[in-house]
């Protein structure tokens, strides 16, 4: 069964670095095909992509948030870490990580967010 | 690229159709196009990928189509669990590799 789950802290103050940890099980991100996703809600609003790593280290980060965000994997590539700097009250949201399939096994095409996390909510508030 | 989902809201009732539209601001391949269920309190979920493929467990009465710059999303007859939010996915090209969600239309309950 895959399985992703986000952590980290629930309330952070304006200027602070947020840092949210990702941590799947049952797929590997060393698989071709395979990245992990963060996208972030608002409340009561529509989902905005952030960022992405593939297998092959490719990252793609959101062209507007693209100065304030950074993504990477650990040694064990067992968790994803989003960092995001200069946290504002904007930026409350909920955060979820997804597993990014650019394609499957067979080498089809899929090119969607196959898995989701259950999200985490962050509060940015003095 | 920017996509615009339309109606807003669709109030419709059990056993209707429902047809969601999404159209973006450039021609996005086929393959590029995505749509997500959203409950309340719930994380999404993919519904279909590559602008018609159903992903796995999604039931029959989903179906997706379009081209271009405009894709439909069609569910045929409205069940119960099926009054959601729904978003279309623009997966990002090679030329364009940045991922955008639309705005979601709302499906009610009349």
């Known amino acids: 069964q895959m399985t992703l789950k986000e952590s980290g ?23 071709p095909g395979v990245g992990v996703a963060w996208v972030r809600q608002p409340p009561g ?7 992405l790593i593939y297998w092959d280290d490719e990252i793609r980060h959101s062209s507007s948030l693209k100065n304030r965000l950074q ?6 590539k067992n968790h994803v870490v989003l960092t995001m700097t200069n946290m ?5 949201a909920t ?11 067979r080498g089809s095409y899929v090119r969607a967010f196959d898995i989701w996390g259950q999200g985490t909510v962050v509060t940015v508030s003095p | 690229i920017v996509l615009t989902q339309s109606p807003g809201t669709l109030s419709l009732s059990p056993g209707e159709r ?3 539209s999404c159209r973006t601001s450039q021609t996005v391949g086929n393959n590029y196009l995505a749509w997500y269920q959203q409950k309340p309190g719930q994380a999404p979920r993919l519904l279909i990928y590559g602008t018609s ?21 069609t569910i ?17 090209t090679s030329s364009s590799p940045h991922s955008t969600f639309g705005p979601g239309t709302r499906v009610n309950i009349k």
């Open chain 1, 45 to 51: 609003k529509a989902l905005e992509w952030l960022t």
């Open chain 1, 9 to 31: 802290p629930t309330l952070v103050k304006p200027t602070q670095t947020l840092t949210l940890t990702c941590s799947f099980s049952g797929f590997s991100i060393s698989t």
């Open chain 1, 88 to 92: 504002d009250p904007v930026d409350t």
């Open chain 2, 18 to 20: 429902a047809t969601l």
């Open chain 2, 53 to 73: 493929t159903r992903a796995t467990g999604i039931p029959d009465r989903f179906s997706g189509s379009g081209s271009g710059t405009d894709f439909t999303l």
């Open chain 1, 95 to 105: 955060y979820y990580c997804a597993r990014a399939l650019l394609y499957d096994s």
């Open chain 2, 76 to 92: 045929t007859r409205l069940e119960p669990e099926d009054f959601a939010l729904y978003y279309c996915q623009q997966y990002g």
């Open chain 1, 71 to 76: 993504i990477s994997t650990d040694t064990s």
